[in-house]
């Protein structure tokens, strides 16, 4: 069983080869040789949810979110909350921030021995899930994650990436917040989160970065409203 978890480790390690996780490094081996930064000089990680409510409970779990969700940011930070308007019906996104999967292990192991989360928050909403999903992500080049005075509607692509593949840079008068690679999750997806002004406006920058000469082909787009909790509105 040590093995095959020290296997399983190694196979995270891999992943993110270019990020310094401390438990990387106190493996034995040529595993923490490709360690580096990554392209932002940090080594954050993100974390991109998705779950899919019940219709007749999107309602009460945006109540309890709006109640609770606090317990949950105490302990790491929160980039983003989001409900699908556009590209997924009763979804809802959100991003976490993380220095290393270290961390992230103490964060879920506070919050499982957190009874008051717990009781009053997560035991709550679970049964409202009728779908759950994750990817872990990292930066690609610039990001500007933190926007105080943003207030708006954003957009989350995914992109296929394949050979020749470029991400966008133009939509119109769109804001890119951050562009993110797939460590774990999907394969050889992008990701790129936008901002706009207003949920036209939204269509209208759409339109014109599919008219653009370095537009991704092959994906998703999600058009998301920010929740009363979002640090990004």
């Not at 899919?52 to 999107?58: E, L, R």
Request: net charge positive.
């Amino acid at each position: 069983m040590a093995m095959q978890s020290q296997v399983f480790i190694r196979g995270i390690c891999r992943s993110v080869r270019n990020l310094q996780t401390p438990f990387c490094h106190q493996l034995p081996g040529k595993l923490s040789r490709h360690s580096s930064s990554t392209s932002n000089g940090l080594g954050k990680l993100y974390e991109l949810r998705v779950y899919q409510i019940w219709p007749k409970d999107m309602k009460p779990f945006i109540e309890l979110s709006k109640e609770w969700i606090h317990l949950r940011t105490a302990h790491s930070p929160l980039i983003g909350y989001w409900v699908s308007e556009i590209g997924g019906i009763n979804d809802v996104v959100h991003i976490w921030e993380y220095d290393n999967l270290t961390q992230r292990a103490a964060v879920r192991q506070a919050l499982a021995g957190d009874s008051h989360w717990i009781n009053s928050y997560f035991s709550k909403i679970l049964p409202m899930m009728s779908r759950q999903e994750n990817m872990l992500l990292q930066t690609v080049g610039d990001s500007s994650l933190v926007q105080p005075d943003l207030k708006g509607v954003y957009e989350l692509d995914t992109i296929k990436q394949g050979a020749g593949l470029k991400f966008s840079s133009d939509k119109g008068n769109a804001k890119l917040l951050g562009t993110f690679q797939s460590v774990l999750g999907p394969t050889n997806t992008g990701y790129q989160l936008w901002f706009h002004n207003s949920l036209q406006q939204a269509v209208e920058n759409q339109i014109k970065g599919d008219n653009s000469d370095d537009q991704a082909t092959g994906g998703h787009r999600r058009l998301l409203i920010p929740t009363p909790w979002s640090p990004l509105q």
